[in-house]
């Protein structure tokens, strides 16, 4: 099978949704000529004109919110906000209008909008070009989020979320565009609040998203040399959220570690900790545990930037130090 | 502009209801019947009135929480719009959104954004709908003068002119936000003259003459429907009541208000309607009348209507 990027799947899930309805359109800074800061819409202005694909002026706000007012009028629009941090600009076009818009307005519009964005650090990109918000919005009835975590699951999930007629979040990493995957050249989707076993294991349980399940992979080569063995689930979306999978699997391991590369305090990690706790309590034989970022913005300097994010090292550290508890 | 008989007379019913229902929200609040805010619009439905009667029905029309009367001549129902104040079930918006969320798709009502600004991303994105699936319609954006000093009014003008949206944005400059006056919280003189920062062609009109309001949105339509893009339209009008119903109350200088009064949109174009022979007092006791009829016709519909159940907290949501 042909490997691509994950980059290059998006931009194939990006480009057959565009060619199969026509109501579907791009727009966000850069993402005409340029084809995206993250390359990701290279040649679709080419193949869908300008109407399609547009670039726009540096307003997050009119980018987003115009995403809310024209999914409610009869087109299905992909926004792209170049960087997750940039949420915080938008915050009010997502928090406010994207989530709440319908339900406010007695379910009299849909929304079906998309609002792709690169999360993640990326090697001294610092405070405000790294940050993975997206528990900010798991807090927030009424959107879906997905994070995929490989170009399999990048297209697969992506055109679930174009033809999804509520709003999602699709989370990119900035540090997994250039990695190849097999991905099939027939048409496939990936439903929501489906988790994918990424490796069976009867001793931990892990949960991952995003850059993190590479890791948490990794780490599970290295602890099966001592004896420890990870079951690895990438939850893909997080909202909806894949409980019975994360509970069969808690069911019957006993143990829960969350990896995460957001900050620790009020993570999706502390989320799924609560309901883990509410509804497998007599299960657990240890205290859930979550690795994540440290409770600091990113920091600049890149040594600083690996101490704060969960690398493989710190990753195999605590998982060793948690099961042999 | 020429105007037929027939379209001056139904003006004068559109603007006539459009106060009588702003009167009876006064009212009702103060009976304890509709929770939350009010906001009441009174002295400034030529505004409202007058630039909506620009529209068709499959135009796109955004109102302010000041805009129950917009809503109304979009073509709302009167039982849908009490029944919205009561939160009834049967409301456009189910007892979810209040008064200021009165709202039609079929109807091209949009619906309104609590924090005020967002009026103006949305209607750039309903633009951006009719330009890609190429449809013969506008908006219409409905905005405050205060409202004006957020960036997203700068935002979306620029956006909306750079790609010739078919939106006309039509500021309710009744001269306060809440509490400050217009002066003290704008850099300019009038919202109109913020369009040129964007290329946008602009008017101003005196917010308290229908016609004067109806003629410059037909203006703006046209200009929108023939690939001109967006216009900005500034509507001088006042604010006659406080910023909400029960709110804390700010005084104002009662000659102002009474100056103001004077030049009440329904009586400035009742008299224009005498003048000129087309209505008489014996016209005008008959549409008064028929138009309380209406009015308690439907607010007692409403009463009798289905609350929501607590189950329907759950509606909606999702697709």
């Known amino acids: 099978m042909r490997k691509i990027t994950y980059a290059q799947a998006l931009n194939e899930a990006i480009r057959e949704e565009m060619q199969r309805d026509s109501r579907v359109f791009i727009y966000g800074e850069d993402v005409g000529l340029l084809g995206g800061v993250m390359g990701v819409t290279r040649g679709l202005l080419e193949e869908f004109g300008e109407e399609r694909v547009r670039g726009c002026p540096l307003s997050e706000t009119a980018i987003a919110g115009s995403g809310v007012g024209a999914a409610m009028t009869g087109t299905r629009p992909i926004v792209e906000i170049g960087y997750a941090d940039f949420l915080a600009v938008c915050f009010d076009e997502v928090y406010n209008k994207a989530a709440k818009w319908r339900y406010a307005h007695g379910g009299q519009f849909t929304i079906p909008l998309v609002i792709r964005t690169a999360m993640g650090a990326a090697y001294g990109t610092s405070c405000e070009h790294s940050q993975c918000p997206e528990a900010l919005f798991m807090h927030t009835p009424g959107l879906k989020i997905a994070l995929p975590s490989n ?77 420890i063995d990870l079951e690895v689930i990438d939850l893909r979306t997080i909202v909806p959220l894949d409980k019975e999978t994360i ?43 979550r690795i994540s970022s440290l409770d600091v913005p990113i920091p600049y300097n890149l040594k600083l930037e690996s101490f704060v994010i969960p690398n493989v090292a710190r990753i195999i550290e605590e998982l060793k130090n948690f099961f042999k508890k | 502009m020429k105007y037929s008989k027939d379209f001056l007379l139904n003006l004068y019913i559109k603007l006539l ?40 029905s499959s135009d796109y029309m955004l109102p302010t929480h000041r805009g129950v009367m917009a809503v109304l001549t979009k073509g709302v129902s009167l039982k849908s719009i009490f029944c919205d104040a009561f939160g009834k079930r049967e409301g456009t ?11 039609s798709k079929e109807k091209g009502v949009l619906g309104i954004s609590g924090t005020q600004g967002g009026v103006f991303v949305i209607a750039v994105g309903a633009g951006l709908s009719i330009k890609i699936l190429k449809e013969k319609k506008v908006v219409l954006a409905f905005f405050g003068d205060d409202t004006s000093n957020r960036g997203t009014f700068h935002e979306s003008l620029n956006m909306a002119s750079l790609w010739k949206l078919p939106i006309i944005f039509v500021c309710d400059n009744n001269e306060y936000g809440i509490s400050e006056h217009v002066s003290k919280v704008m850099a300019v003189s009038n919202v109109a003259d913020r369009a040129v920062a964007y290329s946008i062609p602009s008017e101003i009109v005196d917010g ?30 006042y604010r006659i009541r406080e910023h909400s119903e029960g709110g804390i109350p700010f005084p104002r200088p009662k ?65």
């Open chain 2, 208 to 237: 308290n003459l229908i016609l004067e309001v109806y003629e410059a949105t037909m203006r703006a339509v046209n200009r929108a429907h023939s690939g001109g893009g967006p216009t900005l339209i500034e509507a001088k009008t």
């Open chain 2, 255 to 319: 000659e102002v208000i009474s100056a103001w009064e004077n030049k009440c949109p329904v009586k400035q174009y009742k008299e224009f309607l005498l003048n000129k022979g087309f209505i008489d007092k014996e016209w005008i006791n008959k549409v008064d009348q028929k138009l309380n009829k209406e009015i308690e016709e439907a607010i007692k519909l409403a009463n009798n209507s289905k609350d929501p159940q607590v189950e329907d907290v759950w509606d909606g949501l999702y697709v």
């Open chain 2, 17 to 56: 209801r459009a106060r009588k229902v702003e009167e009876k929200f006064v009212e009702l609040y103060a009976q304890g019947k509709i929770p939350g805010n009010a906001h009441s619009g009174i002295g400034e439905e030529a505004t409202f009135v007058g630039a909506c009667m620009a529209l068709n």
């Open chain 1, 151 to 227: 170009a399999y699951d990048a297209k697969g999930l992506l055109k679930t979320a174009i033809r999804d007629d509520n709003p999602v979040l699709f989370f990119e990493h900035k540090l997994l565009y250039r990695k190849k995957e097999e991905v099939p050249e027939e048409e496939y989707l990936i439903p929501f609040g489906n988790a994918k076993i990424k490796k069976e294991g009867k001793d931990i349980t892990v949960l991952a998203t995003s850059l993190m399940v590479e890791r948490a992979m990794e780490a599970s080569k290295e602890l099966e040399k001592e004896s």
């Open chain 2, 93 to 103: 918006n189910k007892g979810k959104g209040g008064i200021v969320r009165i709202c």
């Open chain 1, 247 to 289: 509970l069969n699997s808690v069911n019957k391991t006993g143990h829960l570690v969350i990896i995460e590369e957001a900050n620790k305090t009020g993570s999706v990690g502390g989320e799924i900790t609560a309901i883990v706790q509410e509804e497998a309590f007599s299960v657990l034989k240890k205290p859930i545990k």
